[in-house]
């Protein structure tokens, strides 16, 4: 493992090679502190540490992130054949919701190994040490217990939130909880991943230092000036047969509490996104993203960059969005501290990967938990507005929470 002061005396040795297809990324694993990054078999998967950084809070923490790769990247030896977004170095990382808070960290694996668009890749860093494999097993029972409030504890603080947007202090504020579990066994996190990926394809499956979950919310793709990013906001149940599954979307679109949960969402990505682009398309009406436990209201948002932004650059500028936050963010950030009575770590925060030429994908860590021995935290939010409903909010979050449940148990 190198930390900063040693890499710039020590530059990393990176090569990149084409591999013949990998098929099953996620298989590969050989080791329980995996990283990830996988929707529909694409992505990436690492393992190892050439360097890591733990990032230090402060509003200046995405800058501090792109310094440190900078000179890292800047001073590797690179020799990549493959010459694809992901391919050459790539660092993994996870940063906390809240700026203060710590526990932002960035990692380059020693192995990457990649797919995309019908090519594979693999990137070692340093030597070509082999990694002694070992098998995932099922962490077999789990019990649950109450995070940082008591379900009735948190439909109050969603209530007192309720009063806050009624008395015209914001629009929206996004409450989350969290679950505690506790396994019989060491929880693997390659189980998890592999359950999520089978059952959420469509999500961003990932693991980064012990968080592991499987998100829909695309913060942001870059690809050279090309960005890409899909907000998510209003959401609904799944219905138990096809036709109340149909009524239940129509319902979602048709609901104006939603469609303005949606809207804050969309302007403030929008807001973000204007000043950095010299062409962003948002389109006017939302569509139905259809995920095994729920559906939300979903805006494909497109951009072309004008200058040359780093995928971090346009993270730092759109973190916290209103679909995690709320609207204003100032107040909705404050009334979050108030209110939810838990540290956030890297739930709700951007997760995902950066390359030595600033493209990347990034989401917003949802449907995920803090993974540790044989616990797990799980974390679920709402957007709470004026006529939400607390125990409806409460249904929902658990809805949320079936994801890692079902990581969980199978
Ligand atoms: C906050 C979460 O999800 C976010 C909130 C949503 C909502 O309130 O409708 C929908 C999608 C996400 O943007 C979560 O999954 O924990």
Redesign the pocket.
């Known amino acids: 493992m190198i930390r900063v002061s040693v890499a710039l005396i020590r530059p990393l040795a990176v090569r990149t090679v084409a591999v013949s297809d990998p098929h099953d990324l996620l298989a590969r694993l050989p080791d329980a502190a995996p990283y990830a990054w996988v929707r529909h078999g694409e992505g990436l998967v690492g393992w190892g540490e050439a360097a890591r950084a733990v990032v230090p809070p402060g509003p200046g923490r995405f800058e501090w992130a792109r310094g440190w790769l900078s000179s890292l990247f800047e001073g590797a030896h690179i020799d990549d054949e493959v010459g694809m977004p992901g391919s050459g170095p790539v660092a993994l990382g996870s940063f906390t919701f809240d700026a203060d808070t710590p526990g932002s960290t960035l990692v380059v694996p020693r192995v990457v190994l990649a797919r995309r668009g019908g090519r594979a890749w693999l990137t070692t860093v340093g030597d070509d040490r082999l990694t002694l494999a070992t098998p995932p097993v099922p962490p077999g029972r789990i019990r649950y217990g109450d995070g940082s409030l008591t379900a009735p504890e948190w439909e109050h603080r969603v209530a007192r939130a309720v009063r806050r947007i009624r008395d015209g202090a914001l629009d929206k504020v ?1 409450l ?1 909880r969290d679950l505690t579990a506790v396994a019989d066994r060491h929880i693997d996190p390659r189980v998890l991943l592999a359950r999520l990926a089978d059952r959420y394809p469509e999500c961003y499956t990932f693991s980064v230092g012990g968080l592991v979950g499987a998100t829909p ?1 695309l913060l942001v793709r870059h690809t050279g000036q090309s960005i890409e990013s899909l907000v ?4 609904a149940a799944r219905g138990a047969d096809a036709s109340e599954d149909a009524a239940r979307g129509m319902a979602l679109f048709a609901s104006e509490k939603d469609r303005h ?1 949606h809207a804050c ?1 969309v302007a403030s990505v929008r807001e973000a996104l204007t000043p950095l682009c010299a062409d962003l398309d948002v389109p006017d009406h939302p569509e139905l993203l259809v995920l095994p436990n729920v559906q ?1 209201l979903a805006s494909r948002v497109t951009g072309r960059l004008s200058d040359g932004a780093s995928v971090l650059d346009v993270v730092a500028a759109m973190h916290p969005t209103a ?2 936050g709320g609207t204003p963010t100032g107040t909705a950030l404050a009334v979050i501290r108030e209110l939810e009575g838990m540290d956030r770590g890297g739930y ?1 925060g951007p997760v995902g990967w950066i390359d030595a030429r600033g493209d990347g994908e990034w989401g ?1 860590a ?2 995920c938990a803090y993974v540790s021995g044989d616990r797990a935290r799980l ?5 709470i507005m004026a006529e939400s409903d607390p125990a409806a909010e409460l249904a ?1 979050a658990q809805a ?1 929470l079936r994801a890692m449940q079902y990581a969980l148990e199978g």
């Open positions: 996004v989350a919310e998510l906001a209003g959401t949960e969402a939300h679909a995690v709700a917003i949802l449907r974390f679920a939010g709402c957007g929902e949320k």
